[in-house]
């Protein structure tokens, strides 16, 4: 039978709907599914980083984002202890300000974009399994709201389900680059908990993140090694206050707010997939996840539905093979990913910082330009690789003042 659909989407959050949207927009016929209806929420540290708002800004996505109520985020604050580092993130495109989204509304804002753009989308809808033909993937079989079973046939089906995709699983997608659950956090949402920009406090075996976002309330989160997570998860509120202590002036103004939501709590693995094969490719979680220490999930999901629907249109109107076309995109998405997947994996460990980050720190500590390179990395408009290069370290630490920026 032929396929009805150039392509299906399986997942309709921050990666599965931009590339739903993408493939739209450039005039095939794409099939949105998701198991939730939306709006709704999902655990999520919420940050859009810069790279992530610049292509909201491209998609005419922006607009709406900022229409939603969540303040702009101008400024980042990383509380060392022994040294705070701040500073307002270089611009990429022009953009240097992050926002934080409640997901309940930025995904409905991505799916709505999608079906704009000519994709149909099915909400409450469960894919059951794949159809495999000659060792192709070639569709879906699965079933609404009703329990109708349903069948559909695409050129190609796009796994866009989250780190426990099931669309990985069942094409046994293999796993390179892997690194075990580091830390296990949980998230909870405070008012009045004013915080300027994004703010984080980190000290061996304890980490703490506060940012806000719509209604006047502030994402606070909060991660132990995972080694302790059986303590943590046994008392999380315990857990919090012990964490929240280690800065007191910040436990002072949380003491002073007031909880609105329950602790939720969760910790992830680390790990690539190769994102393609016969008939079938992987977006966003699916295809590669790294602890959220660094906050750049939502961004990396855009970096990737928008590498991979680029790859797919080629090779949906002919101008290049699946393979090469599929191959360029896992090219690029490793060579811009692993810096910052290391970076973050090892931030996640929680180890005390070794000597010679110590005193790296002391040499940001006051110096404006190197302090805004530093939060770059975290709001992922610098690489770690050109930040941490032999020749940028040099600079730093040289006893005379930077007079340039990195990029």
């Known amino acids: 039978m032929a396929a009805e659909y150039d392509a299906i989407v399986v997942g309709a959050r921050c990666a599965g709907s931009p590339t739903a949207m993408l493939l739209a927009r450039a005039g095939h016929r ?21 790279p992530g708002v610049a292509a909201l800004e491209r998609w005419g996505l922006l607009g709406r984002v900022v229409a939603s109520g969540c303040p702009p985020l101008r400024s980042w604050l990383l509380d060392f202890g022994e040294v705070v580092l701040g500073g307002t993130p270089r611009p990429v495109e022009g953009v240097s300000t992050a926002y934080a989204p409640r997901r309940g509304i930025l995904d409905k804002i991505l799916v709505d974009a999608a079906a704009h753009a000519g994709a149909e989308v099915r909400e409450h809808f469960n894919v059951d399994e794949l159809l495999v033909s000659g060792g192709r993937v070639v569709g879906i079989r699965g ?9 559909e046939r695409a050129r190609v089906v796009i796994g866009a389900d989250g780190r426990t995709s099931h669309v990985a699983k069942w094409v046994g997608a293999e796993q390179y680059n892997e690194k075990p659950r580091l830390q296990y956090g949980y998230y909870t949402f405070f008012r009045d908990l004013p ?3 994004v703010q984080f406090i980190i000290r061996p075996g304890r980490a703490m993140g506060a940012i806000p976002t719509n209604d006047d309330l502030t994402l606070v989160v909060f991660g132990w090694p995972v080694a302790e997570m059986r303590a943590l998860k046994s008392d999380p509120e315990a857990g919090f206050w012990q964490t929240a202590q280690l800065a007191p002036a910040f436990a002072e103004r949380v003491r002073a707010a007031a909880r609105v939501e329950p602790f939720l709590g969760g910790g992830v693995w680390n790990y690539f997939r190769k994102p393609y094969g016969p008939g079938w490719a992987l977006v966003g979680d699916a295809g590669y996840n790294k602890d959220p220490v660094v906050p750049k999930g939502i961004s990396d999901a855009f970096a990737s539905a928008e590498l991979c629907a680029d790859a797919l249109d080629e090779y949906l109107r002919g101008l290049r093979t699946y393979d ?3 191959a360029g995109y896992q090219r690029v998405r490793d060579e811009r990913g692993l810096p910052i997947y290391e970076f ?5 460990t929680m180890e005390p910082p070794p000597p010679e980050m110590r005193q790296l720190f002391g040499a940001l500590a006051g110096d404006e330009e190197a302090m805004a390179d530093f939060v770059s990395v975290t709001a992922g408009t610098i690489s770690p ?3 941490f290069a032999p020749d940028n370290i040099a600079r730093i630490m040289a006893p005379t003042p930077r007079t340039a920026a990195v990029g």
């Open 30 to 50: 794409v099939l949105l599914v998701d198991r939730a209806t939306f709006p709704s929420d999902t655990l999520s540290t919420l940050i859009i980083q810069p």
């Open 143 to 151: 079933h609404g709201a009703d329990g109708h079973p349903v069948v």
């Open 195 to 197: 915080v300027d920009g």
């Open 324 to 326: 090469v076309a599929m």
């Open 344 to 348: 973050a994996t090892q931030l996640a």
């Open 385 to 387: 690789a050109e930040f």
